[in-house]
C-alpha cells in the first residue's frame, strides 16, 4: 500500500512538474508571439489585442495562462487593460519605422517616435509631479536628487566620480567646443584627433584658428607608438578620442589600447577627452572606459542620452577635480551666450527614467536591436568580393564603413544609391587631411529595420557591381 502511495505520489509531483513547464512554455510563446506582433504592427498601438478566449483557443491553453502572459507583459508596460473592455496595446517597443522618402542609413540619429510614447508621457507625468516645488534657478548647477543618482549609475559602467565631478550638459558638442577654445591647465597648445572621426567635430576645427595634428584609426585602433612620440614631442592640449561605437567605423579599442593610452597621459601630462556618446547602450562584455584606468585625474568623461531619449537635450561631463576650475570658468562664461545647462523638463524626465526600470529597458531593447543589425551585416557582406568593397567595424554602435576600391568613385555610389531611395554618407568629411580620405562610406543603422536592412545591403553590392564592372 505504501509503495503504491509513493508512486501514485510521485506520478502526481511528475504531471505537475511537466504540466508547469509545459505551461510556462506556452505563457513565453505568447508573450514573444504578441512582442512580434506589436513590433511588426499586426496589433498597432491601442488596438485591443484578441480576447482570451481566443488565444485560449489558438494555443490549446487555459484562460490563466493567457492571463498570466497579459500580466507579465502590462507588468512591463507593453499593454494595459480596460476594466470590462480588455486589454491593449500600450507600444512600449522600439520601432524602426522605414521613412516614406527612402532607407536613411546617413544619419545616426533615430526618430523620435522609434521609442515608446506611452513611456515617455508616464516619464512626463512622474518629472512634474517630482519637480513641482523647484524653480529654474536649480538648473545653474543640476537639481539635487538627480545628481545624486548619477555616481552609482555610472560606476555600474566603469565610471567612477563623485558628484562633484559629475556635470549636467545639453550635449556632448557644446562642452567640445568650449574645452577646444578654453586654455588647458597644462598650457598645452595642440588638438589630437583620430582620424577618422566625428565630422562635426572635423569641421569645427577647420573653421577655427588652432593647432591639429591626427592619428590614423582603423579596424586595428591605433599605433601606440606614434601616439607616444606625440604625446611626448606634441605639445599635445589634449586627445580627441571615441573608443567605442566609433562614428564612423563602427570598432572598439581593444582593452590594452585602452589602458595604454590613459597610461601615457598620465605620463606625459596629456588629457583625453573621452567622447563616449552611446556609452553602455549597446552592451559589450567585460567593456571598461578609459576614463576607469585615470585615476580620476587627466580624463573629460563625455556622454550624451540623445539616442535613448532623442526628444530631450541631456548628458554628461565627468570633470577630474585639477580641472574642476577651469571648467568653472567655462560653464560661467558660456551661461551668457551659449548656455550649456539641461533644462529642467530634461532634467525631470531624465531622472523619472533613471528611478524606474524604462530606461534599462530601453538600453536592452536597443542593445538587442543593435546586437542583431551587426551580425546581419556582418554575415552579408562576408561574401563580397574584397577587390571591390569591404567591411570596417560593425563591432559596436549605429556605424559601420565600406571601404570602396581606390579607383571607384564614392560621390557617384552616393549618387546612384539615392536615385534608388537608399541614403548614405561618404565618410570624407570626417578627415580632417582630405588626403588621408580612404575612399570609404558609412552606413548608419538607427533608422533602417532588420527585415530591410538585408535587403539593403544587397542593393549597396549591386550597385557597387554595376559600377565596377561597367568600367
Not at 548647477?141 to 552609482?152: F, I, K, R, T
Not at 530631450?312 to 567655462?330: G, K, S
Not at 551661461?335 to 527614467?353: K, N, V
Request: charged content about 25%.
Amino acid at each position: 500500500m505504501k509503495k503504491l502511495y509513493r508512486y501514485s505520489f510521485c506520478c502526481i509531483l511528475w504531471a505537475k512538474a511537466k504540466w508547469g513547464r509545459d505551461t510556462m512554455k506556452i505563457y513565453e510563446q505568447i508573450c514573444q508571439d504578441l512582442k512580434r506582433d506589436i513590433i511588426n504592427k499586426k496589433i498597432k498601438q491601442g488596438e485591443r489585442l484578441p480576447s482570451l478566449i481566443a488565444i485560449s483557443r489558438h494555443y490549446q491553453c487555459s484562460k490563466g495562462t493567457v492571463i498570466k502572459a497579459f500580466e507579465q507583459l502590462r507588468t512591463q508596460r507593453i499593454i494595459f487593460s480596460k476594466p470590462q473592455s480588455g486589454y491593449y496595446v500600450a507600444d512600449n517597443l522600439m520601432r524602426e519605422d522605414d521613412h516614406p522618402k527612402g532607407f536613411l542609413l546617413d544619419s545616426g540619429n533615430p526618430t523620435i517616435g522609434s521609442f515608446s510614447t506611452f513611456d515617455v508621457s508616464h516619464c512626463l507625468h512622474l518629472a512634474a509631479e517630482l519637480y513641482s516645488k523647484y524653480s529654474i534657478d536649480v538648473t545653474l548647477s543640476g537639481v539635487p536628487s538627480l545628481n545624486a543618482l548619477l555616481p552609482d549609475y555610472l560606476a555600474r559602467e566603469g565610471v567612477y566620480a563623485k558628484t562633484r565631478n559629475i556635470h549636467l550638459i545639453q550635449g556632448i558638442t557644446p562642452v567640445l567646443t568650449f574645452l577646444t577654445l578654453y586654455p588647458f591647465p597644462n598650457g598645452k597648445k595642440t588638438v589630437l584627433i583620430e582620424e577618422p572621426t566625428s565630422k562635426h567635430y572635423v569641421s569645427f576645427l577647420k573653421s577655427i584658428d588652432v593647432n591639429v595634428l591626427t592619428i590614423r584609426r582603423d579596424e586595428t585602433g591605433i599605433d601606440l607608438k606614434q601616439l607616444e612620440a606625440y604625446f611626448k614631442h606634441g605639445d599635445i592640449k589634449f586627445f580627441f578620442v571615441i573608443p567605442r561605437n566609433h562614428n564612423p567605423l563602427g570598432t572598439i579599442l581593444s582593452h590594452h589600447q585602452r589602458k595604454t593610452i590613459m597610461e601615457l597621459a598620465l605620463k606625459y601630462d596629456v588629457y583625453i577627452v573621452e567622447d563616449d556618446y552611446f556609452g553602455g547602450t549597446h552592451k559589450l562584455p567585460k567593456y571598461v572606459p578609459i576614463h576607469f584606468f585615470s585615476y580620476q585625474k587627466h580624463c573629460i568623461y563625455l556622454r550624451s542620452f540623445s539616442k535613448v531619449l532623442p526628444m530631450l537635450r541631456i548628458a554628461i561631463a565627468v570633470i577630474p577635480d585639477e580641472f574642476q576650475e577651469t571648467f568653472d570658468t567655462i560653464s560661467q562664461q558660456s551661461y551668457y551666450y551659449s548656455y550649456h545647462m539641461p533644462d529642467l523638463i530634461s532634467q525631470a524626465t531624465y531622472e523619472a527614467y533613471l528611478r524606474s526600470s524604462l530606461f534599462e529597458k530601453h538600453y536592452a531593447q536597443i542593445s538587442h536591436s543593435i546586437h542583431e543589425k551587426l551580425k546581419l551585416a556582418r554575415g552579408v557582406t562576408s561574401a563580397w568580393d574584397p577587390r571591390y568593397v569591404s567591411l570596417i567595424g560593425a563591432k559596436s554602435g549605429y556605424y559601420f564603413t565600406l571601404k570602396l576600391h581606390p579607383d571607384m568613385n564614392v560621390d557617384t555610389v552616393v549618387s546612384k544609391l539615392h536615385q534608388k531611395n537608399i541614403y548614405i554618407a561618404s565618410n570624407e568629411r570626417a578627415f580632417y587631411n582630405s588626403d588621408n580620405f580612404d575612399n570609404s562610406v558609412r552606413i548608419s543603422i538607427a533608422k533602417v529595420s532588420l527585415e530591410h536592412l538585408k535587403e539593403v545591403l544587397h542593393t549597396i553590392y549591386e550597385v557597387i557591381l554595376d559600377l565596377k564592372t561597367g568600367e
